[in-house]
């Protein structure tokens, strides 16, 4: 039940806010209504809940406002309901009178507990509940600040002990804001609401509008269960080495053809990107799988020149826009490059990197200080896009951490061999170390090289130039066709092609940690027999002359036995990590995944979403520091948010499979992020 939080002072103002809900929490400490007042307003036939906070008031005068509440409903038959909320620890004598009173006028009780600094430990917060279910509560409010997900799974563990309608747990703040919505479904009674945001009466409250929403049957409106996996699955090309190969290409000079390509939001924003700097692209049909794309490029230095001359309406550029869409990677690849087109002409003052939907809310840049030590000058919202750059990129010997990701020293490595002089990185804390190699790998195939010690060391020669090249091949992305493979372990198996094989990608660990659950897999290496389609060179899978395959074939056999749990460190692959999760809840045991700390700035906080969605849907999760810890077995239906995240919505979808009762979802959209045929590997 919607519970609005009114704190606002003045009758008139109370009023107008309970005229938007059904049911209010009347906050008497801080709306200042005088006797007569008060008792009018607890004649309404609406729910009201009575709250005067101890911490503001004396106990005299919350006790004399409160007993203005009790008269007002005794007063006149009220067809409300009506609750009394007093903290837990207040004086015996002053809660016991009140108590009496109220239950006279068929008041239930709430006794709360608040903690505004910190979250106790689980035994004392079990300790809290049982002393107010003894002192007669029938309703406990236990809330808490909570500063990680760790705290906020804390207070929501409460909820495996407490009969359904007696505990209302939850976390306030930003970081335990999740958990308000996610405490109704765990069977709170209540979600205490704002009006709006000015009128909030505690940290991180939703509004009246956003709770109605997130709670109704009709935001959920796609049914994603009741479907059945295909049993042979081509992969689609990799947005990883798409997006890598694709700015590759652009800094070349002359014509480049990448083949196996498959369109998705993160690589047509890449395409966008090189077709806003002057690069040319041709998309088309081909005989190998997917799509040809064709860029023909001046190269990098033609096209930096280009911007800091004058156009035809006479006037010399002096800002280029560029816009990534929701490509964190494309972005932070970009911020480097940049620096090759500002200082390069006079005319060019700056380059402003913007996005779309959910990567303006992700924090990109926490520290400015390694592109300062580039030569470059960035200015953000608060480490948020846009971003605007100028300055000049110029080679360096610096220091990075790699704790929060890759994808910066990646896009150093892309852009660092194209200066004048050479360049070396040291790197702490090396995470998603396969997403390193890939960037290695692709842009040597384009005739970059770099020189990597133990991932701590990167040594840039300079004066270096991208090179085009006649036949670039995309990987199959092993990211979503991990999520099929565990598809086809969890039902019936599935076959996925065009994968390669002995990959740099971080997700074909999917292969080996099957493999320990107990899957059989058969991986066919198609011989790369050379055979010429027109000009170019193809391999042919053996047994056909008209199947075109890229890679290798991945067979998922049927399991005969319930998968064995698992445990795996996810730290240097965080988009495995969804797709572990929906392994997990269907392995025979408690399996543990280790990397949360990763998963917090991307599309959304997965670690939450991951916890909040699979939750919704009966899993028994728990977090402990870096760990995620879930218990297999059965699910049953609900309605689950995407999160306007791709990995989410892909891995609700797959985890329905094994569902009986109807799942909802409200957007599928987000998939086209990645994948935009995943649902058509579905019947």
Not at 445 to 450: P, Q
Not at 541 to 549: F, L
Request: proline share 5%.
């Amino acid at each position: 039940m919607i519970c609005l939080s009114i704190g606002t002072p003045g009758l008139n103002n109370v009023n107008e806010a309970l005229s938007k809900s059904n049911m209010a929490e009347i906050r008497l400490d801080l709306t200042n209504l005088g006797r007569e007042e008060t008792v009018n307003l607890f004649r309404s036939k609406k729910d009201l809940m009575a709250t005067c906070r101890t911490y503001n008031l004396s106990h005299n005068e919350s006790a004399k406002r409160l007993t203005w509440a009790i008269l007002g409903t005794r007063t006149k038959k009220s067809t409300g309901a009506r609750y009394l909320d007093l903290d837990y620890d207040s004086p015996e004598e002053y809660r016991s009178d009140l108590i009496t009173a109220a239950r006279k006028a068929g008041f239930k009780i709430v006794l709360s507990y608040h903690n505004f600094e910190a979250t106790d430990s689980y035994e004392r917060l079990i300790e809290i509940y049982d002393t107010c279910i003894k002192n007669g509560a029938d309703i406990v409010k236990i809330v808490t600040a909570s500063k990680t997900i760790q705290e906020c799974s804390r207070v929501l563990n409460l909820y495996k002990t407490a009969p359904k309608g007696k505990l209302a747990a939850f976390s306030i703040g930003d970081e335990g804001r999740f958990t308000r919505l996610l405490a109704h479904f765990l069977g709170s009674p209540f979600i205490y609401c704002t009006l709006d945001e000015e009128s909030a009466t505690a940290p991180g409250q939703l509004t009246i509008t956003e709770a109605e929403k997130l709670i109704s049957k009709k935001y959920y409106s796609n049914q994603v269960s009741k479907k059945r996996l295909l049993p042979k699955i081509a992969a689609p090309a990799s947005k990883s080495h798409a997006q890598r190969a694709i700015l590759a290409a652009a800094w070349a000079k002359g014509k480049t053809s990448l083949y196996g390509y498959t369109p998705c939001a993160d690589s047509e924003a890449a395409l966008g990107v090189i077709k806003k700097l002057g690069a040319k692209v041709k998309v088309e049909k081909c005989k190998l799988p997917k799509f040809k794309i064709e860029i023909t490029s001046p190269g990098i230095e033609e096209l930096a020149a280009s911007f800091g001359k004058e156009s035809k309406f006479t006037r010399t550029i002096r800002n280029v826009n560029i816009n990534v869409g929701e490509s964190g990677l494309l972005c932070r690849i970009m911020i480097p490059a940049a620096g090759h087109f500002p200082g390069k002409e006079k005319g060019l003052k700056s380059v402003t990197i913007k996005g779309e939907g959910g990567l303006n809310r992700r924090e990109l840049f926490p520290s400015d200080k390694p592109l300062q030590e580039l030569g470059l000058q960035i200015e953000t919202k608060e480490g948020k896009l846009p971003a605007v750059i100028t300055g000049s990129l110029t080679a360096a010997s610096l220091e990075l951490s790699g704790k929060g990701g890759s994808q910066l020293l990646s896009g150093m490595l892309m852009a660092l061999p194209m200066c004048d002089k050479s360049s070396k990185i040291t790197l702490s804390e090396p995470t998603s170390t396969p997403y390193i190699d890939l960037t290695i790998k692709t842009i040597k195939d384009f005739g970059i090289t770099v020189e990597n010690s133990d991932y701590r060391e990167f040594k840039i020669p300079g004066k270096q130039k991208y090179k085009p090249r006649n036949f670039i091949p995309i990987e199959g992305d092993w990211s979503g066709a991990s999520m099929l493979m565990v598809a086809g372990a969890i039902t019936n198996g599935v076959t996925i092609t065009n994968l390669p094989a002995d990959s740099k990608q971080a997700d074909e660990k999917i292969v080996d940690i099957l493999k320990g659950c107990g899957v059989e897999i058969n991986i066919t290496e198609h011989p790369k027999y050379l055979v010429m389609c027109g000009d170019i060179p193809c391999v042919f899978k053996e047994d056909s002359k008209k199947e075109i395959i890229l890679g290798s074939s991945i067979e998922i056999i049927k399991p005969k036995h319930p998968l064995l749990p698992f445990e795996f460190d996810a730290t240097n692959s965080p988009d495995l990590f969804p797709t572990l999760a929906v392994l997990a809840l269907n392995c025979d045991g408690t399996s543990k995944i280790k990397g949360i700390q990763r998963l917090s700035n991307k599309e959304s906080n997965r670690a939450e979403s991951i916890f909040t969605e699979f939750t919704k849907l009966g899993a028994t999760i728990d977090i402990d520091g870096d760990w995620m810890v879930i218990q297999g077995g059965p699910l049953h239906g609900g309605y689950c948010s995407s999160h306007n995240d791709h990995r989410i919505a892909m891995s609700i979808i797959t985890a329905s499979l094994n569902i009986k009762e109807p799942v909802y979802m409200d957007d599928l959209d987000c998939i086209s992020k990645s994948f935009p045929d995943f649902l058509k590997n579905f019947k």
